[in-house]
């Protein structure tokens, strides 16, 4: 009877048939594993999206607005000035352009003509020159180079005239990519991926719940 009674001190019942000898490394309720599964899920895809975010090479866009219009004396509808402006476009993004434009931007043509995104705004005569370069300054030069070339490739037209209405500036450079964005799109996607990885996890649970019952 002695070595019975302190053989059942040493055992803590937990409810009613989970025996547990003191001193043992008590583990958490296994209610508890699919959150902190879900949780390390979630941690483990916030980290490789925030590392891809900062590891991304920063650059700069530097866009310069040239807009055409028509002369006083010249009848030029709407549709005609997208026309033309869309000519402007093509010439705006030809290799001869960008032989000339690529000294005083200091690059080569080649380089200069990857870097550079040349759109007509619709419904309007503004061309859009954007240039997107590792350097600030640089992007902003060869914008504004290839803005004043194309005003002066233009001087000659009967139908319209051109101007630079924005040039572009150092301070206005756009910053690539734009992180605060993408690092509040991946604390999104590491959230999505945790409850989904918790829902799956504590529907297997009860499946095996019930066909155990």
Known sequence: MTVRHAMSAEILTEGRDAPVWRGARRRPPRRWWPALLAIGAAVGVLAILLSAVVAWPTTYAATTIVSFTPRPDAIAS???????????????TSGAMMQVAAGPAGLDADTLTTSTTVTLSAG??????????????????AANALATLLVERSAADALTTSEVTSAALVSRAEVKPARALLSAVSVAAAAVVGVLVWCVLTGRSKNRSELST
């Open 124 to 141: 309007t005569g503004n061309i859009d020159i954007t240039v997107v370069r590792p350097d600030r300054a640089q992007a902003v030069r």
């Open 78 to 92: 709407a549709d005609v000035m997208q026309v033309i402006g869309q000519k402007y476009v093509v010439i705006a």
